[in-house]
């Protein structure tokens, strides 16, 4: 048997310490203000988390604004970092990101990456705006051979419903046994009182979550054993209930509608029951309210139809009449909640090619596919998260979640993954952000989106720098810039996109096109971020994983395409100079982002892509157009992707 500390948490200690706020009404624009600035959710599709040394990492990023359920736009580096299992930074990339997609690899070496754990970390310059953490952070190993999974030390925990546990009234308290990491383990266990009595059975689900429901006596103590799958047996003590305050019981309609009861004992009914409470419903800065006043019959019902709530997650906090929270829980709203299905069959299967079928007739508009291909049965790949759960369960959570991709995965029997969800819910805590932040310290935008790199500098020649400018070429990349320069010889050139390690030279150009070698001391924005992982970062987000995302980046935006075959077949590599081509040289997924950072221009609308090079004359004041052969064939400078 093995006595555990006590993972009990009541939600109204915490809140005793928010400052309150004079008038209800202003609650709802402080809320608003804390989310005035659009934060980004990141998720990283990996191909596989476990390598062989000397392979290649490769991923797929996405980045999504969850209030308004879409690509984010304005940013287009995303850092890419990877650590080992303790936090200690080991390299690092910027990743060229467009409508929320980007691509990239690490080669593992070997002389870095030895066999074990590491952590590949997301994140923007814009996320340093925010209190909390919101950078995506995913384990990998590196590993010769399969090793068995060692067992990991597991917590039973304990979390009454809305953050309260009241004598004298029913309370409903939430159970979970589960690693640190998040992945629990099925369990069944007893209620009992101080004397030994067994008052009550409980089960959990396949994920390691379970309820029950008790009267809790305040001359008694209580606590809980469970007898995992694995014969461990547990035991936790259940603290001493409080004699005042309120408790919450969640319950759903068979017409699907959310109920939430209210309740008190008659110790706190005299002392509050003239008193005004505030009942909200938030998400991303969105609130609703109703005041409602305790019933003298001890419990106060509110119903809410599902269209009432926010589509996906919903916080509920409910405050005093100083507007201090005293109860807390969220829920899960599936209505309005958009996923499209994508059906994959296999057509065909010859030897070591497939070729497999994509549907989604409902998809009419540009999408995005990442598709990692391994074999069956290997288990080389342990994410269990997915790009749904990423955007829509993450952004909320304290933590990462075993199977978050599980809970949101239509299927036949949703009446079931809709009460695996609210058990999982029930036991989260506070959720991911905090009031006393929301109340004092509301993000304020010290960092702007990065657009790209900026190059400033100073040129040293001793010359009269009106009669000059400055032609900055990197010609790995094709990269030709001219930027003026102020009477000290200072130049900025901004928005440019750099291949890491490029090569740079600088000349002067004079009114007659001359040119001249230029002497410069410059440096590139944003610089590399050589800093290990803050600890309690690495505490909470050890273990976050991912999943195949199931969008399409190959779909024509002119037309529908109800169907795409994919095939991929071993071809032998005959050219030499194939394996001494620069890395970053093929760094990109996509055709035009590789055409884009050899600096040519692209412009895409409807399907049609019109490239350019960026050398400007008088009579292609836009660019010249460049000649584009596929297969052999010369295409016209308008065409089709």
Known sequence: MKLLHNYFFFLSFFFITSPGIAQNENLTDTYSEYFRLNSESLYLHLNKTEFL??????????????????????????????????????????????????????????????????????????????????????????????????????????????????????????????????????????????????????????????????????????????????????????????????????????????IFSIKTNDNTYEKIKNDPFLFTIHQEGKMKTANFQVSDSLETVLTFSRSFMYPGINTITVFNKKNEPVLQRMVFNRPGVVQHEVNANILNVSADSITIELTAPQLKADHSLSLSVLPGNTGISSAENNIVSAFLLEPYLPAPVDNAGYYLQPSYDMRKKDHDLDLLLLTQRNGKYFWKDVFNNPPREKYLNEKGFTIQGKVKNDLNFKKYRLAVIAPAQNLYEISDLDSEGKFEIQNIFLLENSEISFNLINSKNERTPAEVRYQIIPKKQYKDLPKATLSQKELTSGQLDENNPFGDSGSELATVSLEEKKEKIENPAWHTEAAEDINHTFVIDYIRNKGFKIHEYFGVLQIYSKNLTLEKPNGISPIVTVNGMRLSRFYND
């Open 53 to 258: 040394p000397n392979e290649t990492l490769r991923f797929a990023a996405y980045s999504y604004y969850t209030e308004y359920q879409q690509p984010s736009l304005p940013t287009t580096n995303l850092h890419v970092s990877i650590y080992d299992k303790n936090g200690t930074f080991l390299e690092s990339k910027v990743i060229y990101m467009q409508t929320g997609f980007g691509s990239g690899f690490i080669e593992l070496d070997p002389e870095i990456y030895k066999e074990g754990e590491y952590l590949i970390r997301a994140t923007t310059n814009y996320l340093k705006n925010f209190n909390e953490d919101l950078s995506f952070l995913q384990k990998f190993k590196i590993s010769r051979e399969k090793k068995e999974q060692e067992i990991d030390q597991y917590e039973l925990q304990v979390f009454p419903e809305g953050g309260n546990l009241i004598t004298g009234i029913e309370n409903t308290i939430g159970v979970s046994l589960t690693n640190p990491a998040g992945k629990g383990m099925t369990y069944k266990g007893r209620l009992f009182n101080g004397n030994g009595d067994s008052l009550q059975l409980f089960e959990a689900n396949t994920l390691g979550y379970s309820k029950l429901s008790f009267t809790p006596s305040a001359a008694e103590e209580y606590y809980l054993e469970v007898t995992a799958r694995n014969g461990e047996e547990y035991r936790l003590p259940i603290p001493k209930p409080s004699n005042d305050g309120l408790a919450m019981e969640t319950n759903y309609s068979h017409l699907g509608d959310f």
